[in-house]
């Protein structure tokens, strides 16, 4: 079983940056992609970014050219960088690590940390 711990949520003015972390600890050698999920109030979940254990990204239109996904092998460790931000970025971040080469919402989850940006 994999563990996922977010952190680096917060609240921001737009225009502003964040950055979330995402540690994974457990039975991580079955993990081929980590990525990130957002769920607006009132939304459904959707995926934000991920990258593949050969650090193959990808990314929703919706954040292209202002988020930056990364990770650190050593530390198991996933990041969002999230510059520009705005309002419709409101939400709660999941992490999420899976088997397959693109997260799936039948992988395993982080517990989600806030991103309030205000306008």
């Known amino acids: 079983q994999v563990q996922l711990v977010e952190s680096g949520g917060g609240l921001v003015q737009a225009g502003g940056s964040l950055r979330l972390s995402c540690a994974a600890s457990?039975?991580?050698?079955?993990?081929?992609?980590m990525g990130w999920y957002r769920q607006a109030p009132g939304k459904q979940r959707e995926l934000v970014a991920y990258?593949?254990?050969?650090?193959?990204?990808n990314y929703a239109d919706f954040v292209k050219g202002r988020f930056t996904i990364s990770r650190d092998n050593a530390k198991n460790t996933v990041y969002l960088q999230m510059n520009s931000l705005r309002p419709e970025d409101t939400a709660v971040y999941y992490c999420?690590?899976?088997?397959?080469?693109?997260?799936?919402?039948?992988?395993?989850w982080g517990q989600g940390t806030q991103v309030t940006v205000s306008s």
């Open positions: 990258i593949t254990n050969g650090g193959s990204t």
């Open positions: 457990g039975s991580i050698f079955g993990i081929n992609s």
């Open positions: 999420n690590a899976d088997k397959f080469l693109r997260p799936t919402p039948f992988g395993s």
